[in-house]
């Protein structure tokens, strides 16, 4: 079992930055694949990022190359999403994913959320 708190959502202008946190419980941090999705209003989830618990490879999203970065601390089990050169696209909730095993780009192969976090991106 693991349990996700995200942090660090908020109001940012465009062009800014923000860096999301999602502190996690439970056992066998490195064995945990990490990942963050986000969900637009009247969209569907859409993955942002992951990290490979075995190895901490990291794979992107295309709308975020460039811009967003996701990183690991196993001594904390936490998992940071840093957001940079923000548009008004980038406007969601922001939610973390774990999943015991590989890194997957979908939603339904993660078990476990956390309940959520505000980012808003203001022209």
């Known amino acids: 079992q693991v349990t996700l708190v995200e942090s660090g959502g908020g109001l940012v202008q465009a062009g800014g930055s923000l860096r999301l946190s999602c502190a996690a419980s439970g056992r066998a941090f490195k064995s945990v694949s990490m990942a963050w999705f986000r969900q637009a209003p009247g969209k569907e989830r859409e993955f942002v990022a992951s990290?490979?618990?075995?190895?901490?490879?990291?794979y992107l999203a295309n709308s975020v190359k460039g811009r967003f970065t996701i990183s690991r601390d196993n001594a904390k089990n936490t998992v940071y999403l840093e957001m940079n050169n923000l548009k008004r696209d980038d406007t969601a909730v922001y939610y973390c994913?774990?999943?015991?095993?590989?890194?997957?780009?979908?939603?339904?192969?993660?078990?476990?959320w956390g309940q959520g976090t505000q980012v808003t991106v203001s022209s």
């Open positions: 990290i490979s618990g075995s190895t901490g490879n990291t």
């Open positions: 994913a774990a999943r015991y095993g590989a890194v997957a780009t979908l939603s339904a192969g993660y078990n476990y």
